[in-house]
């Protein structure tokens, strides 16, 4: 379940050859993407379609008739630059139930009017998508919606409030979980391998306000369908404690250790379960040797992923444990917004990161004894 700060993405609409003639001179590139957004928002395709080149205007249609069908309430290009045949720029997208606008890469290429070509793939651009508008947000059901949508869009305020009560309410209220059909979806989405449950997916960019834009959540009935019912509050909290996260403005050159993100998601998603620690520390306990505390590139590897979101998660509770949720929820805090980690444990905990890492030990050393059923 993975929400790393920024995501390469890939475009479900393959860019056609562009002839190799000499590249055109560049209009005002930036002048026909406004123009773009506003006949969407307007609902005038063949306006919104105009500058691109014919062979594609069909395939831009189709999706953007799939957009204002799912509430597209905001389309716009930012930081526009062309370099010869190369348009790039970030993306900005919102739908009606979202709060913030989701940040991704803007592609085309241009020799004399636009041809698509890979960028930020939309949920759109997997089909069609229908939506469903919740007090905590939307559902965006790609395909035909069915019991997993449903279920999501039943559980998204109570997985919010559960959030709310740890971190606060200070994020953006109304989020869009997107329900696809297949993993390999969630993977076309994120940018990311197959094999995930749910995942968080958005730039990190700022929006005008300056404020940092938003992150949806993307999860396939394929796997969600197959956890049981507190498997998928769990899975839904989690993601959405990384949508509260990101929303905090971080400064450039911020580091965030990938243990304390998704340590902190977990230990918040599994608050008051009865499920037993060593079960949802197994990878762990059965791995040899002291624990590690995972570096980032651990959640990528399938051979180490599971072990590291079990360290992540009993090292931040091994945290808590002695010092609490709400002092955990600080040094969450105090290192989004740039103060390096040992300093916030230090001020946040009471302790050297240190000596919480050598408690964390003794406890898995101990086989969590003590961490509840």
């Known amino acids: 379940m993975p929400a790393g ?9 393959l860019a056609p050859l562009v002839p190799a003639a000499c590249s055109a001179p560049a209009p005002n590139v930036p002048g026909l993407l406004t123009r773009r957004g506003r006949a969407l928002l307007d609902r005038d395709l063949p306006a919104a379609a105009r500058g691109y080149a014919t062979e594609d205007r069909e395939a831009l249609r189709r999706n953007d008739s799939r957009a204002l069908a799912a509430g597209l309430a905001e389309w716009s290009v930012q930081d526009v630059e062309v370099a010869g045949r190369d348009v790039t720029g970030l993306l900005r997208v919102r739908v009606d139930g979202e709060g913030r606008a989701v940040a991704g890469a803007f592609r085309a290429v241009w020799d004399g009017e636009l041809h698509l070509a890979p960028g930020a793939p939309q949920p759109w651009d997997l089909g069609d998508v229908t939506a469903e508008r919740v007090p905590a947000g939307v559902v965006l059901h790609v395909g035909r919606p069915g019991g997993v949508g449903r279920q999501v869009a039943a559980d998204l305020a109570a997985a919010t409030a559960r959030v709310d009560a740890v971190w606060g309410t200070d994020w953006p209220r109304g989020t869009a979980v997107v329900v696809v059909p297949t993993a390999a979806d969630v993977a076309r989405l994120a940018g990311t391998g197959d094999g995930l449950d ?5 730039l990190d960019a700022a929006l005008p306000d300056g404020a ?3 992150v949806r959540v993307v999860l396939s009935t394929e796997r969600f369908a197959a956890l049981t019912e507190r498997g998928r509050t769990l899975t839904l909290t989690h993601e959405l404690v990384h949508v509260a996260t990101r929303a905090t403005p971080r400064p450039a050159g911020a580091v965030v250790p990938r243990w304390l993100t998704e340590g902190y998601a977990d230990h918040v998603a599994r608050l008051g379960t009865d499920v037993p620690a060593t079960a949802l520390a197994a990878a762990l306990l059965q791995a040899p040797g002291p624990p590690r505390v995972p570096q980032d590139a651990d959640f990528t590897d399938p051979a180490r992923a599971q072990a590291a979101y ?7 509770t091994s ?3 002695t010092a609490g949720t709400g002092a955990v929820t600080a040094l969450v805090r105090a290192v989004w917004t740039g103060t390096p980690v040992a300093a916030a444990c ?17 406890d898995v050393a101990a086989d969590l004894v003590g961490w509840g059923p």
Request: zero cysteines; proline letters at 7%.
């Open 198 to 202: 749910a995942v968080a997916v958005g």
């Open 346 to 362: 230090a001020a946040a905990l009471g302790r050297p990161l240190e000596d919480v890492v050598a408690t964390w030990r003794a």
């Open 310 to 316: 079990a360290a992540a998660w009993t090292l931040v």
């Open 212 to 214: 940092p834009a938003g």
């Open 5 to 13: 700060p920024s995501m390469s993405r890939r475009s479900l609409l």
């Open 319 to 321: 945290a808590a444990r």
